[in-house]
């Protein structure tokens, strides 16, 4: 595609204003003629006015509408994250109670009586010395 140069857009635009200028001299010589356009832009701005508001009515109801069907399908997906992270929490807690804490004692049991038998092994040996 080619592109215009400035001066193409230039005297595009004079030729536009100068159309304009002339539409406006041939209104100004001829009311009757301008009382009826402007009349018929009423008609017409008015119309456009309707339509605009029937549009915005429809609109503002489609909104509503998919604001309700969002709350319809998030709802489900919201509670069934809720029932999970309660899931994880009871199994977390589970396994806490039941599993980690007594590996843990067991654990520290162990560690205790491996370092008593490391004492009494330096306390036996330091006697037989």
Do not use: C
């Amino acid at each position: 595609m080619r592109r215009w140069p400035p001066i193409a857009w230039s005297l595009l635009g004079l030729v536009a204003m100068a159309l304009f200028v002339a539409f406006l001299v041939f209104l100004y010589m001829h009311p009757a003629t301008a009382a009826v356009l402007r009349d018929i832009l009423i008609i017409a701005l008015t119309f456009q006015l309707i339509l605009l508001g029937a549009a915005m009515i429809f609109l503002v109801y489609r909104l509503i509408r998919l604001v309700d069907w969002l709350k319809q399908e998030i709802q489900p997906i919201l509670q069934r994250a809720q029932e999970t992270v309660d899931t994880v929490y009871g199994t977390s807690a589970f396994l806490g109670r039941r599993l980690a804490r007594p590996t843990i004692e067991a654990a520290s049991v162990a560690a205790g009586v491996a370092q008593a038998l490391r004492t009494l092994i330096r306390l036996l040996r330091s006697r037989s010395n």
